[in-house]
C-alpha cells in the first residue's frame, strides 16, 4: 500500500466519504482504484469472535473457534496486570493469525450498578483498577501488532435503552469516576482505535459528542489513533465527523450526506480528510505486517485460560479450612448441580467466542480425585423449574457423601448484554436445593458461577465455604478443580462490593432511570467509596478474598519522591503453610479537603506471590495523580496542601497499616471574586491575610464585635454584600482587594 497521505491525494470527495463508513459488518471499506485494501475487525475483549460468514453484532450467529479466556469480571479478579497482558499478547496472537486488525476490546466501563447486564464483560467499580488491567490488556494485543479499541465511550453503564439513554453525569463525576480508566489507557497505551457508545451523555450522543471525542480524547490526553463507532451508534454521519468519529460502523449507506455536507459548506473537507488519514492509518498498519503469520498453539493458550480463571476466582468464605479438599482422600465426594456438568463460563452477546474445546468441572473433579469417590447429581436444571426429583436424588447423593461440593450460579438467560438484570439473587430453586443437601450434610463447597455479582445474604451460612469462581472462560472446569483440591491457591480479590440488599447499592435509586434519561445522582460515590464513606455494612468489601495460607503486612514507609508523590513499600510475609499472592492494596484518605470526598479511594496495588515462610517488599508508587480531585468552578484538576492518610491494607475494609503524608499541594488556588464568601476569603491562602489587613486597617464595623452565631451566618455571604449590612469593608474597596488578591498570587 502507498503512503497514505499519497493515497488522499488521489481519493475523490466520494471515496473519501465511503472510507468513513464500513465496508460491511466487520470490514472497513476498500478502494481498490485507489490502492486501498479493507482489513477486518473482531469482537473482543475475551477472545476471537471472528465471523468469516455473516456478521452479527450480538453473537447470535457463530464464528472461527478460538481460545475463550475467562472474560473481564475475572481476569479483573485476579489483579494481575502481569496476566491481563500475558492474555492480551495470546488474544493478539490469535487475532494476527487470523488476519483480524483489530480486536474490540477491552471494555472498561465501570460497574455503576449490579444490574447491569454486561458487567461480566467490565473489570470493576473502581476507574484505576480497570485502567490499569486494561491497559496491560492492550499493551499485551499491540505487542503483536494487532489493534484495540478502547470501549464503550463513555458512561455506557447500563444495558436498558443503551441506543437511546442519556447518562446525565456532572463532569467532577466524570472526571473522577467514568473517564480515569480511558484517560489512563489513552495515554498510557496509545489504543489503535476508541469505539464510542451507544448512549448519549448529557443529552448529545456520544458518537456526535465534540467535547468527549475531540477535546478531552485528542486535545487533552493526546489520543492519535481513530474512533469507531460502536455497531450502529451513529445517527448523523455528518454531526458525527464534525465532533471527531472517524468511522461509522457498521455501514448505513449514507454516503452522500456526508458529500452533500462538504458541498454545502456544512463540513468542511479537512475534517473528511482527517477522518480518512486515520483510517488508512489503520488500513497501513495491518498491510505492513508480514503476510505469512506465526501459528498459535491452542494448548499452550487453553493452559494460560485455565491459570486466569484460577487466579481470578474469590474465595469468599472457607469456615474451618474445610478446602482444599484432598485429592488422595477416599471418603465420597457428591459433586451437586448441572452447572458442574454444563459450564456457565462466558457471558452472552457481542463478545461470545466459540471455544476451541471446554472442561467441564464434573470432568476435572473426576479426573483429580477419582471416578469412583465422585458422585453426581444435577439437582436442577438451567432454565427449567424446581424439580423435586431432581432434589430427593441430590439430597440422597450428599447424605452419602462425606463433602458436597454444590455447583451455583446463574443461568445464560439471567444475564446478557442487551438487557439488564432485575434482581442479584441466585434463583430460588437452587437456593432451596442447597438449604435441602445442607440438612444432610454440614460440610457444603458451594462454588458459584455467574458474571454479574450474586447475593451471598441468606445463604452464606449454609455453606462451609464459597468459591466465586465468576465466568471462567473454556478451561474454568479445570481450574475450579485446581482450586478445589489445592493445586492453585485463590488469589482473587472483588473488584466490586458484594452489597448486604441490592437497595444499598449508591445507584439503586437512580438506575435505571426513564423517559430516556438516567442521572448518575450519587455522583462520585459509586461502590465502595459509598459503603465506606457512610460507614455501611456490606456482605463483603471490595478487594477482599481469603487464601489456603495468611499473610502478613509490616514495615509501611511512605517516602516522598517529590512535592505531591511519595512511593509506599510494605514487607508481605506469607505467615502459612502453601505458597499463595497477597493483593497489597494502597488507599490514600484526604484529611481535609476543601470538597467532599470519598472516605478513601484506591491509588495503587501489587499482586505479590510468596512461597511459605517467604517475605517480599511490594513499592508501589504514587504519583500527583493519587492525591487529587476535579474541580468543576476551576475546570481542572487540583491537588490541595495539606495531610493525607497512604491505607495500606488486603481490602478497602482491612486497612492494616497507615501513615500520613503532608502534600504541598500544587499551587492551584481558587479565584477570589466579590462574590466569593467572607468563609472563601478567609480560607484563602493569600486573601485571607489581604482581607484581615484591609479590615484591620477599618473599614465598616469590625468583623471581630460578631458572635459565633452571627459569624455563621456571616460566613456564606458574598463579601461585595457585607457592607451593605454595614460590615466587612466597602463594596468600592472589596474590588481593589479581589486586585490586590490577583497580583500577589
Ligand atoms: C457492542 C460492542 C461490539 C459491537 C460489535 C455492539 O453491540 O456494544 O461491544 O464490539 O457490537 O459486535
Request: hydrophobic share 40%.
Amino acid at each position: 500500500m502507498d503512503a497514505v497521505e499519497t493515497i488522499l491525494g488521489r481519493l475523490t470527495l466520494e471515496q473519501k466519504a465511503s472510507l468513513t463508513s464500513g465496508g460491511d459488518f466487520w470490514h472497513t471499506q476498500a478502494v481498490p482504484e485507489a490502492g486501498v485494501p479493507s482489513v477486518m475487525v473482531t469482537d473482543g475483549p475475551h477472545g476471537l469472535r471472528k465471523q468469516s460468514d455473516a456478521g452479527d453484532a450480538m453473537g447470535l450467529g457463530g464464528s472461527d473457534p478460538a481460545t475463550c479466556f475467562p472474560p473481564a469480571v475475572t481476569l479483573g479478579s485476579t489483579w494481575d496486570v502481569g496476566l491481563a497482558r500475558r492474555v492480551g499478547e495470546a488474544i493478539g496472537a490469535e487475532a494476527l493469525a487470523a488476519h483480524v486488525a483489530v480486536v474490540l476490546g477491552p471494555g472498561v466501563n465501570i460497574k455503576r450498578s449490579p444490574l447491569c447486564g454486561r458487567n461480566f464483560e467490565y473489570f470493576s467499580e473502581d476507574p484505576l483498577l480497570s485502567g490499569r488491567l486494561g491497559a496491560a490488556w492492550v499493551a499485551g494485543v499491540q505487542s503483536r501488532g494487532v489493534g484495540t479499541s478502547l470501549k464503550h465511550y463513555a458512561a455506557n453503564n447500563q444495558e436498558t435503552d443503551r441506543l437511546r439513554v442519556s447518562a446525565d453525569v456532572d463532569e467532577r463525576t466524570l472526571r473522577e469516576v467514568y473517564l480515569p480508566a480511558f484517560e489512563h489507557i489513552v495515554r498510557q497505551e496509545q489504543p489503535t482505535t476508541v469505539m464510542c457508545a451507544y448512549n448519549k451523555l448529557n443529552g448529545t450522543h456520544a458518537s456526535e459528542h465534540h467535547w468527549l471525542l475531540t477535546q478531552v480524547l485528542r486535545q487533552e490526553w493526546g489520543f492519535a489513533g481513530m474512533v469507531v463507532s460502536d455497531w450502529g451508534a451513529v445517527s448523523n454521519r455528518v454531526a458525527a465527523l464534525a465532533a471527531g468519529l472517524d468511522l461509522e460502523m457498521p455501514p448505513s449507506g449514507t454516503d452522500q450526506q456526508v458529500v452533500d455536507a462538504v458541498h454545502s459548506g456544512d463540513l468542511r473537507e479537512e475534517v473528511l480528510d482527517e477522518a480518512v488519514r486515520r483510517v488508512l492509518t489503520l488500513v497501513a498498519r495491518e498491510q505492513s505486517l508480514p503476510e505469512e503469520r506465526p501459528a498459535v498453539d491452542p494448548d499452550a493458550h487453553h493452559a494460560l485460560a485455565r491459570e486466569v480463571a484460577a487466579a481470578g476466582a474469590v474465595l469468599l468464605r472457607n469456615e474451618a479450612g474445610l478446602l482444599p479438599l484432598d485429592p488422595d482422600g477416599t471418603e465420597a465426594l457428591a459433586v451437586i448441580g448441572e452447572l458442574a456438568r454444563t459450564p456457565r463460563y462466558q457471558g452472552a452477546g457481542s463478545s461470545q467466542v466459540v471455544p476451541t474445546r471446554l472442561d467441564a468441572a464434573l470432568d476435572a473433579v473426576r479426573a483429580l480425585a477419582g471416578d469412583e469417590r465422585v458422585h453426581f447429581a444435577p439437582g436442577y436444571t438451567l432454565d427449567g423449574p424446581a424439580d423435586a426429583t431432581l432434589v430427593d436424588e441430590a439430597v440422597e447423593t450428599a447424605r452419602e457423601a462425606s463433602t458436597v461440593v454444590l455447583f451455583l450460579g446463574l443461568p445464560s438467560s439471567a444475564e446478557s448484554e442487551g438487557f439488564d438484570r432485575q434482581d442479584i439473587a441466585l434463583p430460588a430453586g437452587q437456593l432451596a436445593l442447597l438449604r435441602a443437601v445442607r440438612a444432610v450434610n454440614e460440610r457444603v463447597v458451594v462454588v458459584l458461577a455467574n458474571g454479574g455479582l450474586v447475593s451471598v445474604s441468606g445463604w452464606e451460612d449454609q455453606a462451609e465455604a464459597v468459591l466465586e469462581g465468576w465466568l471462567g472462560g473454556q478451561a474454568g472446569g479445570s481450574a475450579t478443580a485446581d482450586l478445589l483440591f489445592g493445586r492453585a491457591n485463590p488469589s482473587g480479590r472483588l473488584t466490586e462490593t458484594i452489597p448486604l440488599r441490592l437497595e444499598d447499592t449508591p445507584s439503586w435509586l437512580f438506575f435505571p432511570g426513564g423517559e430516556q434519561h438516567v442521572r448518575y445522582g450519587e455522583g462520585i460515590y459509586v461502590g465502595y467509596r459509598y459503603h465506606h464513606t457512610l460507614g455501611d455494612p456490606v456482605a463483603h468489601p471490595f478487594g477482599f478474598g481469603l487464601s489456603y495460607t495468611t499473610f502478613d503486612l509490616a514495615d509501611l514507609v511512605v517516602h516522598r519522591t517529590g512535592p505531591n508523590a511519595a512511593e509506599v513499600s510494605v514487607t508481605v510475609t506469607n505467615t502459612g503453610p502453601v505458597a499463595g499472592s497477597e493483593v497489597v492494596q494502597v488507599y490514600v484518605h484526604d484529611r481535609a479537603a476543601s470538597v467532599d470526598r470519598p472516605e478513601h479511594e484506591l491509588k495503587g496495588f501489587a499482586k505479590v506471590p510468596l512461597e511459605p515462610g517467604a517475605s517480599g517488599t511490594a513499592r508501589i508508587p504514587l504519583a500527583p495523580e493519587a492525591f487529587r480531585f476535579w474541580s468543576p468552578g476551576r475546570g481542572r484538576w487540583v491537588v490541595e496542601a495539606g495531610e493525607v492518610e497512604v491505607r495500606v491494607g488486603t481490602s478497602s475494609a482491612d486497612i492494616h497499616l497507615v501513615e500520613v503524608l503532608d502534600l504541598e499541594g500544587d499551587g492551584v488556588l481558587p479565584e477570589l471574586a466579590a462574590s466569593s464568601t467572607l468563609d472563601e476569603w478567609f480560607a484563602h491562602p493569600v486573601g485571607g491575610p489581604v482581607l484581615r489587613q484591609a479590615l484591620a486597617e477599618g473599614g465598616g464595623r469590625d468583623l471581630g464585635e460578631v458572635d459565633a452565631h452571627e459569624r455563621a451566618i456571616l460566613g456564606a455571604m458574598p463579601l461585595g454584600k457585607l457592607s451593605a449590612f454595614g460590615l466587612g469593608v466597602p463594596r468600592a474597596a472589596v474590588d481593589a482587594l479581589v486586585e490586590q488578591v490577583r497580583a500577589e498570587r
